[in-house]
């Protein structure tokens, strides 16, 4: 994605960055958190600020790539080695059950997970297993408008998710 593709004064208003191709403005606020935010965005889920949760939630935010469970262990263990890899996969499904991170599954049936849990969607390259999030407010009114129009009968849409599979051009 380019920087032309998104209205970075709506996403964005207090950061102006040109951005390199890889990044969302979703994740330039995660990349900024600091650790006073990632604690708040904890404690405003009911969830007390352990340790464990600081650590992992701010792996998840800065290795920025829909890391898997064993990414996240690598990451923390070079700063954290007392931290067990049985309390990380506790500590993630916690995060999960309290809507701080997305888990998303790969073609290769690869468990990640995703830090941004505002509306996006997810391109995916199914050479690379690359993730790229991909926001687009006018696709989101348009399917939402075309679910409406159908009325699934027995059924309540809760939410309407892309994964959109593909290869990024190598340039």
């Given at each position: 994605?380019?920087?032309?593709?998104?209205?970075?004064?709506?996403?964005?208003?207090?950061?102006?960055?040109?951005?390199?191709?890889?990044?969302?403005?979703?994740s330039?606020?995660?990349?900024?958190m600091?650790?006073?935010?990632?604690?708040?965005?904890?404690k405003e889920?009911?969830?007390?600020i352990?340790?464990?949760?600081m650590?992992?939630?701010?792996?998840?935010?800065?290795?920025?790539?829909?890391?898997?469970?064993?990414?996240?262990?690598?990451?923390?263990?070079?700063?954290?080695?007392?931290?067990?890899?049985?309390?990380v996969?506790?500590?993630?499904?916690?995060?999960?059950?309290?809507?701080?991170?997305?888990?998303?599954?790969?073609?290769?049936?690869?468990m990640?997970?995703?830090?941004?849990?505002?509306?996006?969607?997810?391109?995916y390259?199914?050479?690379?297993?690359?993730?790229?999030?991909?926001?687009?407010?006018e696709?989101?009114?348009?399917?939402?408008?075309?679910f409406?129009?159908k009325?699934?009968?027995?059924?309540?849409?809760?939410d309407i998710?892309?994964?959109?599979?593909?290869?990024f051009?190598?340039?």
């Amino acid at each position: 994605m380019t920087p032309s593709q998104f209205d970075f004064r709506r996403k964005i208003p207090y950061i102006c960055l040109i951005l390199r191709e890889n990044y969302s403005p979703v994740s330039i606020i995660f990349q900024k958190m600091n650790r006073e935010e990632i604690g708040n965005k904890i404690k405003e889920k009911g969830l007390k600020i352990t340790p464990q949760r600081m650590v992992i939630l701010e792996a998840i935010f800065k290795l920025n790539n829909h890391p898997t469970a064993d990414s996240i262990i690598d990451y923390i263990k070079k700063e954290h080695p007392e931290i067990a890899t049985g309390t990380v996969y506790k500590v993630l499904n916690v995060l999960v059950e309290h809507e701080l991170i997305k888990r998303v599954k790969t073609e290769k049936d690869i468990m990640r997970y995703d830090g941004i849990v505002e509306k996006h969607h997810h391109l995916y390259d199914t050479t690379s297993d690359v993730i790229k999030d991909f926001f687009d407010d006018e696709l989101d009114e348009i399917l939402r408008k075309y679910f409406k129009k159908k009325n699934i009968p027995d059924f309540r849409i809760e939410d309407i998710v892309l994964h959109i599979k593909g290869s990024f051009r190598k340039t």
